[in-house]
């Protein structure tokens, strides 16, 4: 239950935003951000005002249950409604838990994923693969820009790593429930007996840190060149444009050799570097509070096991939640991933109204 008093806060800033920004007596410099607020409580105030709406509709709806004069036409009418009114509020309760969830920082930034094949060789890598094309479609889905930023592939035309950037609206704040040992259950195309493999991968979700986010200081860095190896174009192998840089203070290390320009190979590594460095210093925060950890389910941990893909039974289980999908196919072509995300932001929210309510 949604306590009456936030839910009536959020329709009365609406009202006062709408009056103010109709005014034309509004600061140019608050504008842009309050014009965005506007926006945002735009999209979730219709959910609040009928929120508000079931209970009064409710009453009317029991009474005309109570009441022994009503006939049973009536009555089965009425038990309809309040059937659906129920899932109505159901509905609208679920977005108004999300639109009062507390906001992480890092929300509204761009990420950078990578994902590294884990236990189970090839297959393991085919599955990098398979990971790599559901996001490719989610991405596509969402309108969001995905950039490859580095690839090493494998012998079976997996990837061994996949590195990549994503551009949108609040990318971080869902994808950030991907980060974490993802495994996989089928039979290889490569197996005679038709047993069932299970290998992994892992996938992190790195906010992208930008320079005002945090301070790398160059003498804290070492910066090596060296010659691209592997496939490529007639300059691999030719010239020093391969770029390895090693934070010294952290220990992180980045190589980058996918751009046949030395300059573009170290300004990708180091905007790697960077969302890695701020990655763990946000991780050590996240610690350091280790009760707001417990409130947390995109935790960012890499060695979490989050999710199975089961192919002969055709589902996928977020262990996070016990939240199972009979539909991995949809799962996989990015059509229903929502429907988990949604479950995954739901169950944080349940954990953090606590603190809010």
Known sequence: MIPRNKIESIIARHNDLEKELSSGNINSKT???????????????????????FENDKVDLENILKDKNSDKEMMNLAEKELES??????????????????????????????????????EATLFCSDLFKM?????????????????????????????????????????????????????????????????????????????????????????????????????????????????????????????????KNKAKALKILRARVYEAEKSKRDKERSSDRKNQIGSGDRSERIRTYNFPQGRVTDHRINFTLHKLSEFLSGEIHEEMNEQLRLKEQDLKLKNIS
């Open 135 to 263: 996001y490719e479609k989610v991405c596509s889905k969402k309108r969001w820009a995905l950039d490859l930023m580095s690839i090493s592939k494998s012998d079976a035309g997996g990837f061994k790593e996949i590195i990549f950037s994503v551009k949108g609206n609040e990318t971080y704040s869902y994808l950030k429930y991907e980060s974490g040992v993802h495994r996989v259950q089928r039979v290889p195309s490569t197996e005679t007996q038709g047993r069932v493999h299970t290998s992994a991968a892992t996938v992190a979700v790195l906010p992208e840190a930008e320079e005002v986010d945090i301070k790398i200081n160059e003498t804290d860095l070492r910066i090596d060149v060296f010659r691209s190896g592997g496939p490529g174009g007639q300059s691999v192998n030719t010239t020093d444009s391969a770029v390895r840089i090693t934070h010294i203070p952290s220990g992180v290390v980045v190589s980058q050799q996918d751009e046949k320009s030395q300059h």
């Open 31 to 53: 504008f842009p951000q309050k014009s965005k607020e506007y926006s945002d409580l735009s999209d979730i105030v219709k959910f609040a005002d009928k929120y508000l709406k």
């Open 85 to 122: 009114l129920k899932e109505n509020k159901k509905e609208c309760e679920n977005k108004l838990k999300l639109f009062l969830l507390p906001k992480d920082k890092d929300d509204k930034k761009n990420v950078i994923v990578e994902i590294r094949a884990g236990t189970g060789g090839l």
